[in-house]
């Protein structure tokens, strides 16, 4: 069974442009979560789509924003970069909504870098 | 809020030989989850193991083990016969009725050959 697939693996952006980077879940996972890792920051959550429906957010500015389709398949967007956003996205997929009892899987990533 | 600590940034182990990284959370729930997740150079979260905070019961994987100490919200993850493919970067995780993951910081695990 495939693993969590994330495009594109590295992405060079400009400052106010905006991006939207693909997540496509484990076979049969209709969670699909959104992390964001920075050196001074670590691991933060932004949001989790459940079956089209954004079931959850994090501390994020409205610039950060998501969708998930109807195949499980997510996109996030973050609109008007700033260079504080260059960061390692990460999509992790689960059977349900949360991880109580089915854990996250992980993609290896979006590499974004804003200049 | 919930959060996780661990107080080590980097540990390093020989081959073979054992080790345990640190984490403590906090946290005012009762019901809860914790896991253990690595990061190796690919940059891949990997799920190491996991805990259920009602179960009383340390959960094992393989050479992978952990002291969950409930009262004193402790977790550590204990590696037992190290391996070079053991050295990444270990994340201490919760989960609670905010369904979302709060990590730590991370501890950087370099295995010597």
């Known amino acids: 069974k495939a693993g969590v697939t994330q495009t594109p693996r590295y992405l060079i952006k400009t400052r106010g442009q905006q991006v939207t980077l693909s997540c496509s879940p484990i076979?049969?996972?209709?969670?699909v979560s959104w992390y964001q890792q920075t050196p001074g920051q670590g691991l933060q959550f932004l949001f989790e789509?459940?079956?089209?429906?954004?079931?959850n957010k994090g501390n994020f500015p409205g610039r950060f924003s998501g969708r998930q389709f109807s195949n499980s398949r997510s996109e996030m967007n973050v609109s008007t970069l700033e260079l504080g956003d260059s960061a390692l996205y990460l999509c992790?997929?689960?059977?349900?909504?949360?991880?109580?009892?089915?854990?996250?899987?992980f993609g290896n990533g979006t590499r974004l870098t804003v200049t | 809020a919930q959060t996780v600590t661990q107080s080590q940034p980097e540990m390093s182990v020989q081959e073979a030989e054992t080790v345990t990284l640190s984490c403590t959370y906090d946290?005012?729930?009762?019901?809860?989850?914790l896991f253990w997740y690595k990061q190796p150079p690919s940059r891949q979260m990997i799920l190491v193991i996991r805990?259920?905070?009602?179960?009383?019961q340390n959960a094992t994987e393989n050479r992978f083990s952990v002291n969950f100490q409930k009262a004193a919200k402790s977790f550590s993850l204990k590696i037992s016969d190290s391996q070079l493919g053991d050295a990444a970067m270990y994340f201490c995780?919760?989960?609670?009725?905010?369904?979302?993951?709060?990590f730590g910081s991370g501890t950087q695990l370099t295995v010597l050959p």
């Open positions: 992790a997929s689960s059977l349900g909504t949360g991880t109580n009892n089915s854990p996250l899987h």
């Open positions: 076979s049969g996972h209709r969670s």
């Open positions: 995780a919760y989960i609670g009725s905010a369904r979302q993951l709060t």
């Open positions: 805990q259920e905070a009602y179960k009383q």
């Open positions: 946290t005012s729930e009762s019901d809860y989850y």
């Open positions: 789509y459940f079956s089209e429906t954004q079931r």
